[in-house]
């Protein structure tokens, strides 16, 4: 069964930067484009950043210039560096391929963004 494990969020002062790691196993990595989701308490889950196979990228347009995602395929891992964060920002952030599939979400990382 694949796995996706997310890390690195945690309690962040507005202005400060982050960067989570989403590590998947039992999956061919590589051939599967990958999100970072994230749901703020009793919202629903958005995407907001993609990468392709090719390594393109995409975002939510609120989140263009201080979020970039990136992904290593010889580590199975892809990343999310979070800047200039904001209070709004305070959510659980999940990886998973986008699109979406069959594959089990992980249990996300806590974003807090507070002073």
């Known amino acids: 069964q694949v796995q996706l494990v997310e890390s690195g969020g945690g309690l962040v002062q507005p202005g400060g930067s982050l960067r989570l790691s989403c590590a998947a196993s039992r999956i061919i990595f590589r051939l599967y484009g990958m999100g970072w989701y994230r749901q703020v308490s009793g919202k629903q889950r958005d995407l907001v950043a993609a990468?392709?196979?090719?390594?393109?990228?995409n975002y939510l347009d609120s989140l263009k210039g201080r979020f970039t995602i990136s992904r290593d395929n010889a580590k199975n891992t892809v990343y999310l560096q979070l800047n200039s964060l904001t209070p709004e920002d305070t959510a659980v952030y999940y990886c998973?391929?986008?699109?979406?599939?069959?594959?089990?979400w992980g249990q996300g990382t806590q974003v807090t963004v507070s002073s």
């Open positions: 998973n391929t986008a699109p979406l599939g069959n594959i089990d």
């Open positions: 990468i392709g196979i090719d390594g393109t990228t």
